[in-house]
């Protein structure tokens, strides 16, 4: 498996608390562990106090994007064992783990575009994209409130990982999947148990999607709190 790139450290923006190199996975899982990752170090301090009331609705106040969640290797895992290959777009990528995992391990069988709307974010991605050895023009900003077209059309897999937490979101993000996925590709959603996921089932099967809810390792499932999920979208 490649390993990253020795590349400077990053010129990333200062910020509350500095940035640090966080690793991915536990020591359990070696391979996983042994990609690290730039992120804030005290991303609790990122938290806007100012900000207008109208970002706030949106929670781009809160800094999301700067935590390395649990969930992230376990949604790389879930993704290799459907043989995700090819051109693949993240959505609410973050600091980018996910995705720039899934294409480290598949050695040039994963093309991933990385997208998040909050600048800083976009920021970090990029230095870890570059870690990583990665072309950092594979990252890209996406709001989903004002979508606007990614370079290079369409994508036949489509992924996220924990992006369904906010209902007032989940409008915009099926429109954002509608637009960006290719006609019979895939959407592969992860989330780690949240209450959101059986409402956001049926307001993709309203809007046109089929969906299906899968365990990690691939089994048919249904929301249980507390345990982790994909969520599996197609269009008919």
Known sequence: MPTPFAVPEPDLPPI???WELQPFG???????????????????????????????????AMPYWAWLWESAP????????RGVEGRVLEVGAGLGAVGIALAVRASGRVLITLTDHDQLSITAIRANAARHGLKTDAVQPLDWRTPTEIPGGRFPTIIGCE??????????????????????????LADPGRDRVAQFLKRAESHGFRAALETE????????????????????
Do not use: C, K
């Open 16 to 18: 509350e608390g500095g």
């Open 163 to 188: 992006v369904i937490y906010d209902p007032g979101s989940h409008m915009a993000l099926l429109e954002v999947l509608e637009r960006h996925l290719e006609p019979g590709g895939r959407v592969y």
């Open 74 to 81: 376990r949604t790389v895992r879930a993704l290799e064992r």
């Open 217 to 236: 390792n691939g089994s048919a499932a249904e929301p249980v709190r507390g345990e982790f999920r994909i969520l599996v979208l197609t269009r008919p």
């Open 26 to 60: 536990s020591e359990a899982e070696p391979e996983l562990a042994r990609l690290q990752f730039w992120a804030p170090a005290r991303p609790d301090q990122l938290y806007d106090l100012d900000a207008d009331p109208r970002a706030a609705e949106f929670h781009d």
